[in-house]
């Protein structure tokens, strides 16, 4: 999974990067509010860390803008500020938590990981077409057809289905399937595509997940 860090005091970024990606997880990090409200609206990233405080750009106003496109990407606040009202407004910023500078690592990751456990009540079963995807029963149907896959080949198709409408670039895909958050060679990704559209028996007319080149790919509603 990928965590935008922005915070504009360079110790604190570089122990938080250093630690989350010792917990496997992707770090990028921007040290003012212009570029993290930049990065944050690709919409690359499964939580986001925000400095209150930040230069060109307040922490609170890339929170408002974010929710404007986003609205269900944990948003975890890191500040200095510790009154109940700057608390309230934090959170009623669209602000999932709220943890206080200085903080133990410890607590903050736990929190991360609050964050980012699935919800209960989250849906289940997913369309694209006449493909139904069910993450309780780990089945997958084309029409009334139960389609055999993989491990692979079903997080692959889960993770498209629920990004779908959206490009999945490829650095992306191998992070969130492969767990893998270094420099790959990603044509495995191809090997994959391939192998779901032959089972799921995609014609040229049911071209549902398709090629975006030099990116990646998207699935899609036709």
């Not at 106003?61 to 269900?72: L, M, N, S, W």
């Not at 692959?156 to 999945?168: A, D, Q, S, T």
């Not at 779901?196 to 549902?208: I, T």
Request: proline residues 2%; negative net charge; charged residues 30%.
């Amino acid at each position: 999974m990928r965590i935008l860090v922005v915070e504009d005091e360079d110790g604190i970024a570089a122990f938080l990067k250093q630690g989350l990606e010792e917990e496997s997880f992707a770090v990028d990090v921007a040290n003012e509010g212009r570029k993290g409200l930049q990065l944050a609206l690709s919409g690359e990233y499964d939580l986001l860390l925000l400095d209150w405080m930040l230069p060109g750009l307040s922490g609170i106003e890339i929170c408002r803008q974010f929710r404007k496109e986003y609205q269900d990407t944990p948003i975890i606040f890191l500040t200095a500020k510790d009154t109940l009202d700057e608390t309230v407004f934090g959170l009623q910023s669209g602000a999932n938590d709220y943890i206080k500078k200085p903080f133990h690592f410890e607590e903050l990751l736990a929190r991360i990981k609050v964050q980012l456990r699935p919800k209960s009540g989250e849906h289940s079963i997913f369309t694209l077409g006449d493909i139904i995807l069910n993450t309780e029963t780990h089945q997958v149907r084309k029409g009334n057809q139960e389609i055999n896959l993989t491990q692979k080949e079903f997080a692959l198709l889960e993770f498209l289905i629920r990004n779908k409408g959206k490009v999945c670039r490829r650095s992306r895909i191998i992070e969130s399937v492969w767990d893998i958050h270094f420099d790959y060679n990603t044509s495995v990704i191809d090997v994959y595509i391939n192998a779901l559209r032959k089972k799921l028996m995609l014609s040229d007319e049911e071209n549902y997940i398709q090629t975006v080149r030099g990116i990646g790919y998207i699935a899609k509603e036709l």
